[in-house]
């Protein structure tokens, strides 16, 4: 099972970067995709999630309006569009997948400063 994060990077506030979470090994249809966040000091947190079927999504109160998770079934990948970026989204993102197991990924670092 692998779950591989990418797009991550130094972006100045207000631009966008858009992850990438490639998954292998399992079923990815079942799963729920998920991500999360962490930053220096403080727990990780959900950012965004989707349902297996159905594209249902919810999303963290401080992200809403701004982030789009979404899913390419046919290409086993979840991405996460960040727009309007700001110094407190500095954080490690993770890739989560939650069905009948709970899978993460190694984690790619984004960082907002000017």
């Known amino acids: 099972v692998q779950l591989v994060e990418s797009g991550g990077g130094l972006v100045q506030p207000g631009g966008s970067l858009r992850l990438s979470c490639a998954a292998s090994?399992?079923?990815?249809?079942?799963?729920?995709m998920s991500w999360y966040r962490q930053a220096p000091g403080k727990e990780r947190e959900l950012v965004a999630a989707i349902r297996s079927a159905g594209g249902l999504t919810n999303y963290a109160d401080f992200v809403k309006g701004r982030f789009t998770i979404s899913r390419d079934n046919a290409k086993n990948t979840v991405y996460l569009q960040m727009n309007n970026l700001k110094p407190e989204d500095t954080a490690v993102y993770f890739c989560?997948?939650?069905?009948?197991?709970?899978?993460w990924g190694q984690g790619t670092q984004v960082t907002v400063s000017s």
């Open positions: 090994g399992f079923t990815f249809n079942n799963y729920g």
């Open positions: 989560n997948a939650r069905g009948r197991f709970d899978y």
